[in-house]
């Protein structure tokens, strides 16, 4: 069984799109983590949110946390294909030492 | 700084050789942690250290061994490799726990056959 759970888990878009990537989990998380990895790469980390119903926004990305902490939610505004990567969530469990991945969403901007 | 390297990028293995993937960060970071990642099922964390001389198995931890006798240093070792520990392992490495940023190395792809 997966922990977190993306989705979709692949994702193929017109330039100029917007989109909406989920990362959903019946656990509750002290921090939530968003990592875009490109091919041939490690993850790189986007943001980090801690807090039930932030919002962080990064340029055209929007970052959401939900109100019980349990699942966190990704926007992208006016897709470009510098976009185009594998995203994936990570959560922290209160007093755990690692994170928990989710299953990661491929995304694809077609210019 | 370089980051976190890990050496080598890739290699194929016979079934029941073994290999050590090299893991080493210059940051004087103290948590360090091995991940494989297979298609579609993302991160696996097999193993984490949270200091030199500390580790603690992760999700998926066997078939593989770690040592942390340095801060910097980290290396997996693989005995008896199988088929299925084909995957892209990564390295990574981070500050502390409290909000918890990983560092991540480029990876090694490994393939046994």
């Known amino acids: 069984t997966q922990l977190l759970e993306q989705s979709p888990q692949f994702l193929s878009i017109q330039e100029?799109?917007?989109?909406?990537?989920?990362?959903?989990?019946?656990?509750?998380?002290?921090?939530?983590?968003?990592?875009?990895?490109?091919?041939?790469?490690?993850?790189?980390?986007?943001?980090?949110?801690?807090?039930?119903?932030?919002?962080?926004?990064?340029?055209?990305?929007?970052?959401?946390?939900?109100?019980?902490?349990?699942?966190?939610?990704?926007?992208?505004t006016a897709a470009q294909p510098g976009d185009t990567g594998l995203y994936l969530c990570a959560g922290l469990q209160t007093g755990a030492n690692n994170l928990f991945f989710g299953t990661g969403t491929r995304l694809t901007v077609i210019p | 700084?370089?980051?976190?390297?890990?050496?080598?990028?890739?290699?194929?293995?016979?079934?029941?050789?073994?290999?050590?993937?090299?893991?080493?960060?210059?940051?004087?970071?103290?948590?360090?942690?091995?991940?494989?990642?297979?298609?579609?099922?993302?991160?696996?964390?097999?193993?984490?250290?949270?200091?030199?001389?500390?580790?603690?198995?992760?999700?998926?931890?066997?078939?593989?061994?770690?040592?942390?006798?340095?801060t910097e240093d980290f290396p997996l070792r693989l005995e008896l490799a199988a088929p299925s520990q084909t995957s892209v392992y990564f390295c990574a490495s981070s500050y502390s726990r409290q909000g918890n940023e990983q560092f991540f190395g480029p990876g090694t792809r490994l393939t046994v056959l």
């Open chain 2, 1 to 70: 700084n370089a980051g976190v390297t890990q050496t080598p990028k890739f290699r194929i293995l016979k079934i029941g050789q073994s290999m050590t993937l090299q893991c080493a960060q210059d940051m004087n970071h103290n948590y360090m942690y091995w991940y494989r990642q297979d298609p579609g099922m993302g991160l696996k964390l097999i193993y984490y250290s949270v200091g030199a001389g500390i580790t603690d198995k992760g999700e998926v931890p066997n078939g593989y061994n770690v040592s942390r006798s340095t």
């Open chain 1, 16 to 76: 100029g799109e917007n989109l909406t990537v989920y990362c959903n989990s019946s656990s509750v998380f002290s921090s939530l983590q968003w990592y875009r990895q490109e091919p041939g790469e490690g993850p790189v980390l986007l943001v980090t949110v801690v807090t039930g119903g932030e919002v962080k926004k990064l340029k055209r990305l929007t970052f959401q946390f939900g109100d019980a902490r349990k699942d966190s939610s990704l926007h992208i």
